[in-house]
Nanobody, 126 residues
Framework: QVQLVESGGGLVQTGGSLRLSCAAS????????MGWFRQAPGKEREFVAA????????YYADSVKGRFTVSRDNAKNTLYLQMNSLKLEDTAVYYC???????????????????WGQGTQVTVSS
């Protein structure tokens, strides 16, 4: 049994910052890369960022490069997404997920992830 719980979402103005957290329980963090996805109303769920299990490698969608930073604290079983310079188009429900083993972190495929959190709403306003 594994569980992923996102938190930290909320309302923020354009240009502002927000940090999302994903608390993991069970064996979710054991030798597993993790990722963040988001889904805006009327749109498909899209890849945001990923990080290897040892935090040695990261991968970002072009839309968030230079603005978002993914990190993890394995001792606390927690994944983070620091979001800076937020834009209106960043508004979405954000999900954390565990990546399936044996696959490069440089993948944007939803099917390459097997466990998902419930999501946390991020709303950016002007």
């Amino acid at each position: 049994q594994v569980q992923l719980v996102e938190s930290g979402g909320g309302l923020v103005q354009t240009g502002g910052s927000l940090r999302l957290s994903c608390a993991a329980s069970g064996r979710t963090f054991s030798n597993a890369a993790m990722g963040w996805f988001r889904q805006a109303p009327g749109k498909e769920r899209e890849f945001v960022a990923a990080i290897s299990w040892s935090a040695g490698s990261t991968y970002y969608a072009d839309s968030v490069k230079g603005r978002f930073t993914v990190s993890r604290d394995n001792a606390k079983n927690t994944l983070y997404l620091q979001m800076n310079s937020l834009k209106l188009e960043d508004t979405a429900v954000y999900y954390c997920a565990r990546k399936r083993g044996g696959i490069t972190i440089a993948t944007i495929r939803i099917a390459d992830y097997d466990y998902w959190g419930q999501g946390t709403q991020v709303t950016v306003s002007s």
